[in-house]
């Protein structure tokens, strides 16, 4: 278990709606990573939250945004969903700070499906 | 720029075998980190080990070690006498250090091992 929590585990849902994933980072974490995992593109860093503020953005989508909340759980919006948005999100926390580094450790992911 | 090549797609090897995964990264920066992950069949991204750009010391734990060298830019995975449960895919990933904190990983595509009985 590697303390981080994300829910659901499991979603289908129709095109065109919106859904909601939610991740409690590890006790002490500042910083939280959201990763999408297709069949075609591998794992894609979407975006990274530290201490509340975004802090960096990779490849995600405009339908798609997040957020890190005060007491430091992160949710990630996905609307108008597609078919090709099917794949595995996971979330990631570490605590981000000091320069000899810090684990990232990964929650059991989001399957969502999209029909 | 960043990038992590991992050139094994697949490999296949029978039990007890010793096998190698491959892992090559580039990056401008002189604070960065390595690490490695099992994904198995069951999808979740288990950690097996991190690496600081200033520590190239070798490490092993039980049947597992890494072979870092910054001179060829290559963080390599050995798994010795591998047995059925090693069977996952492996993913090799870097981040960096910038504006005081650690920034998000670029992982390598993946190697996907193979272990038969």
């Known amino acids: 278990d590697s303390g981080v929590t994300q829910t659901p585990k499991h979603l289908i849902t129709a095109t065109g709606q919106r859904v909601t994933l939610r991740c409690s980072p590890r006790s002490g974490d500042l910083s939280v990573y959201w990763y999408q995992q297709s069949l075609d593109q591998g794992l894609q860093f979407l975006i990274q939250?530290?201490?509340?503020?975004?802090?960096a953005k990779g490849n995600i989508l405009e339908r798609f945004s997040a957020q890190q909340f005060p007491d430091l759980h992160s949710e990630l919006n996905l609307s108008s969903l597609e078919l090709g948005d099917s794949a595995l999100y996971f979330c990631?926390?570490?605590?981000?700070?000091?320069?000899?580094?810090?684990?990232?450790?990964f929650g059991e992911g989001s399957w969502l499906t999209v029909v | 720029a960043q990038k992590v090549t991992q050139a094994q797609t697949e490999i296949s090897v029978v039990e007890k075998e010793d096998v190698t995964l491959d892992c090559v990264y580039e990056?401008?920066?002189?604070?960065?980190?390595l690490f490695w992950y099992k994904q198995p069949p069951s999808g979740e991204l288990v950690f097996l080990i991190r690496r600081n750009s200033f520590d190239e010391q070798n490490e092993i734990s039980g049947r597992y070690s890494w072979n870092f060298q910054k001179s060829t830019s290559s963080f390599n995975f050995t798994i010795t006498a591998s047995q059925v449960v090693d069977s996952a895919v492996y993913f090799c990933a870097l981040s960096e250090w910038y504006g005081g904190s650690q920034g998000n990983l670029i992982f390598g595509k993946g190697t996907k091992l193979s272990v038969k009985p």
């Open positions: 939250y530290y201490n509340g503020e975004e802090r």
């Open positions: 990056t401008r920066d002189t604070t960065y980190y």
């Open positions: 990631a926390s570490s605590v981000a700070t000091g320069e000899t580094g810090n684990t990232i450790y």
